[in-house]
């Protein structure tokens, strides 16, 4: 196994539903996931769980997903774990906000599993080359 293999994901999604189908078609890809349901949670799951990979979306009650991405980007702990956050918006200010506080992609809602899958490779190889 490579060291570089992302193995840990933790998804992060208010929504239950959304959260089942990423759990559902990650661990069907042979990931072990971990769920949050908001900001807090996230942030205390990604120190403890120390995760190969984050889906944090982006509307959520209490912290924010662009506040959870900024904080994990800029804590020693956790600043290298890729990030893809997910929103059912698709303006081009969101996918900027996304990029300035750090994260390393943006998947629009609903959810195409086979991108999603395509973007965790292209991250995968992208940490393989560092």
Known sequence: MSLYTMNKVLVVDDEKHIATLLKRVLTGN?????TAKNGEEALSL???KQPD????????PGISG???CRVLKTHKNTSG???IVLSALDRLIDKKYVIDAGGDAFLSKPINSSELLTIIDKL???NKEK
């Open 30 to 34: 042979g990931y072990e996931v971990f």
């Open 124 to 126: 995968q190889n992208r």
């Open 81 to 83: 774990i890729p990030i």
């Open 66 to 68: 662009i506040e959870v």
């Open 46 to 48: 990604a120190t403890q």
């Open 53 to 60: 990979l984050i889906i944090l979306d982006l509307m959520m």
